[in-house]
């Protein structure tokens, strides 16, 4: 898949901030997939994500629960499926319910459970930069929800996006 935006934070407040940009273009039954080494990032960016949700309290990592609920603006459901072991696991996190709850559906590994995720996606691939708190953004839209976002995505991410993308947005 490649990636219809990429951007560039240099901290991880950048990247919470980033997250806060998504966020505000999020709407009820949305899915966002962050993927991306262990440390990339993912859970940074559920926090800025959250906050921008109006989430008062802390995000973390849903690892060992594999599904956390924050109730805010919209409410976020924060899944990691990281320790799943087959696809038909993902039928107990009950996915199609979660999309129908006026939420917010995020997803940590969540490229691990595209052959059974709805064709309707933000994926967000987080990669390590050269410095130790850089960090490089690939953002694919897949289906029409996200599709039809893009240039508001692009408009909304244009301080952390590269070149081409940034003359893109600057152009919307």
Same mark, same amino acid.
């Given at each position: 898949?490649?990636?219809?935006?990429?951007?560039?934070?240099?901290?991880?407040?950048?990247?919470?901030?980033?997250? !806060? !940009?998504?966020?505000?273009?999020?709407?009820?039954?949305?899915?966002?997939?962050?993927?991306?080494?262990?440390?990339?990032?993912?859970?940074?960016?559920?926090?800025?994500?959250?906050?921008? &949700?109006?989430?008062?309290?802390?995000?973390?990592?849903?690892?060992?629960?594999?599904?956390?609920? #924050?109730?805010?603006?919209?409410?976020?459901?924060? &899944?990691?499926? #990281?320790?799943?072991?087959?696809?038909?696991?993902?039928?107990?996190?009950?996915?199609?319910?979660?999309? $129908?709850?006026?939420?917010?559906?995020l997803i940590e590994w969540g490229d691990m459970i595209t052959p059974v995720l709805p064709a309707d996606y933000l994926e967000i691939h987080i990669s390590?930069?050269?410095?130790?708190?850089?960090?490089?953004?690939?953002?694919?839209?897949?289906?029409?929800?996200?599709? !039809?976002?893009?240039?508001?995505?692009?408009?909304? &991410?244009?301080?952390?996006?590269? $070149?081409?993308? !940034?003359?893109?947005? $600057?152009?919307?």
């Amino acid at each position: 898949m490649s990636a219809d935006l990429t951007a560039s934070t240099a901290a991880p407040e950048g990247t919470r901030a980033l997250a !806060a !940009a998504v966020a505000e273009l999020s709407r009820p039954g949305d899915l966002v997939l962050l993927t991306g080494d262990l440390g990339a990032g993912k859970t940074a960016f559920a926090q800025g994500f959250g906050r921008a &949700l109006g989430v008062d309290e802390p995000i973390t990592s849903p690892t060992f629960t594999l599904v956390n609920r #924050y109730d805010g603006r919209l409410t976020l459901h924060h &899944l990691d499926v #990281y320790r799943l072991d087959r696809l038909d696991e993902v039928a107990d996190l009950a996915l199609a319910e979660l999309l $129908d709850d006026e939420g917010v559906v995020l997803i940590e590994w969540g490229d691990m459970i595209t052959p059974v995720l709805p064709a309707d996606y933000l994926e967000i691939h987080i990669s390590l930069g050269e410095g130790d708190d850089d960090r490089h953004f690939a953002l694919s839209t897949v289906g029409s929800r996200w599709s !039809a976002r893009r240039r508001a995505l692009a408009a909304a &991410l244009a301080p952390w996006l590269a $070149d081409a993308d !940034a003359a893109e947005a $600057d152009s919307c």
